[in-house]
């Protein structure tokens, strides 16, 4: 036998740093997963150019296999979101009330993600559709991460999670024909609703203006649970988180918001992305409701039900700190959908409660994302990854990220050197709340949690009176999808038993009749439950929680739109253009074409948007300048008319300059005939009709547009219901 003769090696050679070729950005060439440079991905390995494909192109084999496991079951709920990056800024040190360090430092940005969601529909359904919205809100604080789970309305439908698989089937499509996508309104839904007493408070607001925000940047989000707060001397304080956005919290209109659904069925996602691309970051205030243990029981309802609020008359929502979101997320996957928030996540300093819904998701949420996100390892991936340092012995399982050194993975161990060791409170460690608890076990329902309809009553009595419309054309709409007749019959009992009059409204509406002395029941079970809660503090309305009386202050970031055709007036759009656009708004000029328009000044105006791609549901206004031409052109044409009809329909301010005033008058919309009645140079308002004609100085009539901006809406309108659009 021969010997091999070694080459000889280099013993000064270092070994390959691994780490530098590690990265997530985009890298010149093309690799397999395995780092192999690729020649060709356009065509696949074969035996001539016309032959069969070999197995042997492992590229070809390795990108067809990725594609195919490119899906992850979506969420069992809440599978359509979006998802934003920004920060969390505490006003002044909450110290006095608890241990949570974010809390207390107004020099610390805390990282946040927030995802915002639909309940019901799939994760490409519409974003519109009337549904509850998740909020919810991962803290990356210095302790560990904090999730706030929340959505945007403060109840829920069920007092105990062992009926949320129930809740969610009954409005999930139904299971024989997998219809309604995203909708409640059929009939397991209602089934469900009207034999589940306590879904009533929930069924108010889900049929109310809430259930269809016009942006995720206008609406609040709510921690709905009674949650405890606990300072460093260990002394424990009820509190309830609310989210109050900046902006105000507005609504679509229900038409235009099945519209949208259409038009653009990712209006809620575009909207969020859009604004802080364009640095209009959308903000929100943390708010507490802070409880004394001692005053736990004043209320005439039971804390721990999560189907009651805390009216804010009775105790006041404190403004502590800020959200801003000032980032959109690099990758949809790798962030908002792989973003995994579980219940269970809390720092020191916050704590439960042992509302029975709460104690059934402190489970749930983990256990999802096992399925989800494919093992236990989930929080390793970049967008749960904690920026608090994590260790620990829970080693293994699929897709473990990290590789732990050393030999003991066990508690105690001296081969580690003791690491990594238990904290005290003194090193940050978290301790439960050392809450006092005895009991016999037993499935029940505390009696305190009996009146469904208390504050069922006080939500729609403190509604205004076009929201109550709203509500009940909701309700009349939803009932009437149903098929089943005894179903809707029972939803009128039970919408008669919150309110005679909207039992008899929506009864009407269904061609039902409403049944005659069901009032005194619920009296009677409410007063039981006051007296078994020995009571107390209540309110009969409660404003805060009327849509009517939020922040109408600004129009920043409102979408307008100007309808021009060739020959409109350079010097009315310009101005008014401008002046909106100073006050933050986004404005569109919208003509039958895209490119430019020869306005009558001889310039061209540049067309953002073709009335062929938008539509009047797009947008919070509408103004029409003036100039003879191109209003004597869109008087020929459908859509401006159709637009100006349908925004007045769903009680948009619309404003006109000049000859386009007469674009009003020749479309079907009421009240603006006063207008023809004006004086030159006069601005005229009703119900957020602004026009002037003949002016030199459009100051007072740009004025007046802005305010009837701000308004979002002009619910009063009359005769709206006559205008075809
Ligand atoms: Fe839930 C997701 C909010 C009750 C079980 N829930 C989920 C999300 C939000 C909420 C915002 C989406 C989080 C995200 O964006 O990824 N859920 C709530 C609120 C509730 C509530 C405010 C009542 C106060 N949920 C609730 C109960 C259970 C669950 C009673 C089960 C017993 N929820 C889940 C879940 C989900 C979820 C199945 C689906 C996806 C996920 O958790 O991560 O575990």
Redesign the pocket.
């Known amino acids: 036998m021969s010997q091999t003769k070694t080459a000889p090696i280099d013993e000064n050679a270092k070994i390959r740093d691994l780490e530098p070729e590690r990265k997530d950005s985009a890298g010149t060439y093309l690799t397999t997963d395995q780092g192999i440079r690729v020649d060709d991905t356009d065509n696949s390995l074969k035996v001539s150019a016309r032959g069969p494909t070999l197995l042997e192109d492992f590229h070809f084999r390795e990108k067809i296999t990725r594609f195919d496991h490119e899906r992850i079951p979506e ?4 599978a359509r ?1 979006s998802g934003a990056h920004g920060y969390f800024q505490v006003y002044a040190s909450l110290k006095d009330l608890t241990r949570a360090r974010f809390l207390q430092d107004p020099s610390v940005k805390t990282p946040v993600f927030v ?1 915002f ?1 639909t309940v019901v529909g799939s994760r490409g359904s519409a974003d519109t559709v009337r549904d509850v919205r ?3 809100t991962k803290f990356y604080t210095e302790e560990g991460n904090f999730d706030l ?3 945007n309305i403060p109840v ?1 439908f069920i007092q105990d ?1 062992i009926k ?1 698989p129930d809740v969610v089937h009954a409005v999930k499509p139904e299971p024989d024909r997998e219809i309604p996508q995203a909708s409640s309104a059929h009939d397991t839904f209602w089934d469900f609703a009207s034999l589940v007493p306590e879904t009533t408070h929930m069924l108010m607001w889900i049929l109310s203006d809430r259930a269809i925000p016009r942006s995720f940047r206008m609406m609040e989000g709510f921690g ?2 009674t949650f405890r707060l606990v300072n460093d001397q260990g002394k424990s304080r009820f509190v309830k988180f609310h989210w109050k956005p900046l902006l105000g919290v507005h609504s679509l209109v229900w038409d235009e918001a099945q519209k949208i659904s259409g038009k653009d069925p990712d209006f809620h996602r575009r909207d969020l992305w859009d604004a802080i691309e364009k640095g209009a970051y959308p903000e929100y205030e943390l708010c507490l409701q802070i409880i004394e243990e001692d005053e736990a029981d004043s209320f005439d309802f039971d804390l721990l039900d ?1 189907t009651k609020i805390v009216p804010e008359e009775l105790v006041p929502v404190r403004r502590v700190g800020k959200l801003v979101l000032n980032r959109n997320p690099d990758n949809f996957f790798a962030e908002t959908e792989q ?3 579980c219940v269970q996540n809390v720092v020191p300093g916050i704590d439960f409660t042992d509302d029975p ?1 709460m104690q ?2 402190l489970f ?2 983990l256990d ?2 096992l399925t ?1 996100l494919g093992g236990p390892n989930f929080a390793q991936i970049p967008i749960n990854r904690p920026v608090a340092r994590v260790d620990n012995h829970q080693t293994d399982g699929f897709h473990q990220h990290r590789i732990p050194k050393g030999r003991a993975h066990y508690t105690p161990n001296s081969l580690g050197g003791g690491c990594p060791m238990v904290a005290g409170p003194g090193a940050g460690a978290f301790t439960h709340y050392p809450e006092k608890l005895a009991g016999v076990k037993q499935r029940a329902r505390s009696e305190s949690f009996g009146d469904h309809f208390s504050q069922a009553t006080l939500f729609w009595k403190s509604m205004s009176t076009p929201e109550k419309e709203h509500l009940v054309k909701a309700a009349v709409f939803e009932l009437g999808k149903c098929e089943s007749r005894v179903i809707r019959e029972r939803m009128v009992e039970r919408f008669t038993r919150v309110d005679a009059a909207f039992g008899q409204t929506v009864a009407a509406g269904l061609g039902l009749t409403a049944p005659a002395g069901v009032g005194a029941t619920v009296k009677k079970v409410a007063q039981a439950v006051a007296q078994k809660l020995g009571t107390k503090r209540t309110v009969s309305e409660s404003p805060a929680l009327s849509m009517e009386n939020t922040v109408k202050n600004s129009i920043r970031t409102r979408r307008i739109a100007v309808l021009a055709e060739k020959g409109v007036s350079l010097a009315e759009l310009s101005a008014v253009r401008n002046a909106l656009v100073a006050e933050g708004a986004e404005v569109h000029v919208i003509s039958s074409k895209l490119g430019t328009i020869e306005a009558a000044e001889g310039v061209h105006v540049e067309v953002d948007r073709a009335s062929l791609h938008v539509s009047s549901v797009l947008y919070d206004a509408v103004f029409v300048p003036g100039g003879a031409a191109s209003v004597e052109a869109m008087k020929k044409l459908g859509d401006p008319i159709h637009f100006i009809n349908e925004a007045f329909r769903h009680n948009k301010p619309i404003g006109a300059t000049g000859e386009g005033v007469e674009l009003l008058l020749a479309s079907s919309i009421k009240g603006v005939t006063v207008a023809s009645a004006q004086a030159a140079g006069q601005t005229f308002q009703a119900e957020g009709v602004v026009t002037v004609r003949g002016a030199s100085d459009l100051t007072a009539f740009i004025q007046e547009l802005v305010k009837a901006i701000a308004q979002h809406r002009h619910w009063n309108r009359a005769e709206k219901e006559a205008v075809p659009a």
């Open positions: 969420r069992v709920v809440h979101g995802r969601s998740g909020f919810a789970v929340g959505n829920f999670g949320f709905v649970h999560p973003v995994a928030f819904l059934a998701r749930s949420y999802t994302q989800r």
